[in-house]
């Protein structure tokens, strides 16, 4: 639609549908990467994820503008088809964790042995076993091999008779609940809202202030994605310590940043260094608080212990939340450099970077307490 059409209405269907298929593409990306990455490992994960999200968004209107310079625009919507082609490729080559269980090394594959044949046997073993020692039922942990039992183990109610059915809220409705998930969507929603309110003010500023073409007002946005690159790394440091103590550090080293970048005011060299830095601390901030707030939602989904963990509905919030922020700001930068100022900007950011730290704080506080506590007992 968007290639081929000429009409707004067209086109404007075609925008729509273009954002339903980015919000499936992305919700069922993070679910898998949630559903194979272990609880140790979600943090590092989920800062690739960020990082590659930012360098997209850095090298999309960069490749795209030059695609479209020497090719034109058909060239453009060539290359979108390309990728596009790449990426169900490899979707159709991908092996769900669920399918690829049955075929790890354990299964004697390299000696020849069929898998499928090895499971079976190891299947009527343990029920020959619970036989012999006059279980009442399967015991479907004894039928799997130890170490893929310790990996992925089932929920105890299976191996247990039935003693009648809980009712259970949606998934939706128990996450909401939860001041912890609440916590998550709500630092997600602040960095998408921080990231893109520059987006429609900071070339514009570096146009009035600095006089630069549209080519370096876009390069200025290095400086803003370059310390995104931590992410991963920050991801690690959330698997290891936890994801909230790092988040607590972005909103505190974003305040002061949003709060400097009044001081640049005019054209010199010192003022573009000036502004560069600061660009750098706000994305460094940025790499701080999203892949722990992400892991943070992938948590509270382990914890509520369901036979099907709800990673599907955890991202399609989390989705939402970053969807909400790159709506609200746009709209909230331009708007307030357009009724105020630049300076007036910054301070806005801050004061809802400073508005953050207090429930994330209270969180880290609260559990910090529950831990002395059961310490003392």
Known sequence: ??????????????RVSQGFSAAVVGVVGLALLADTAGPEHIGQVMGYVALASNVAGLIAPLL?????????????????????????????????KKVAVFWLDHLEVGTGVNPSRTMAKKIKKGREEDHVSGSAGFDKKASLPHSIAAQFPLPEKL??????????????????ASPRMLNALWGIFAQSLFRTAFDSTLPIFCETTFGWTSTGAGLIFLAFVFPTFV??????????YGPRWLATTGFVL?????????????????????????????????????????????????????????????????NCMWAAGTLVGP???????????????????????????VPTVSENSLRLRRRIADAMR
């Not at 809802?352 to 730290?357: M, P, Q, R, Y």
């Open 1 to 14: 639609m968007l290639c081929v059409g000429s009409k707004l209405a067209v086109l404007a269907i075609g």
């Open 64 to 96: 795209g503008g030059v695609v479209y310079g020497k090719g034109g625009y058909y060239a453009v919507f060539a290359m979108c088809f390309g990728l596009v082609g790449i990426d169900i490729v490899f979707r159709l080559l991908m092996i769900e």
């Open 159 to 176: 191996n247990s008779p039935a003693t009648g059915t809980k009712l259970q809220l949606p998934p939706t409705i128990t996450l909401l």
């Open 231 to 240: 992410a991963p790394y920050v991801g690690a440091l959330a698997d290891k």
């Open 254 to 318: 974003a305040l002061p940043s949003f709060v400097l970048l009044r001081l640049v005011t005019y054209n010199s060299s010192g003022q573009v260094v000036l502004l560069c830095v600061l660009l750098a601390f706000i994305g460094l901030s940025l790499a701080l608080i999203l892949p722990p707030m992400t892991a943070e939602a992938t948590h509270v989904i382990r914890e509520e212990k369901r036979e099907k963990p709800a990673y599907a509905q955890a991202y399609g919030l989390v």
């Open 331 to 357: 709209i909230w930068g331009g708007s307030v450099v357009a009724n105020a100022s630049w300076a007036t900007m910054g301070w806005s950011l801050a004061l809802v970077s400073g508005v953050s730290v």
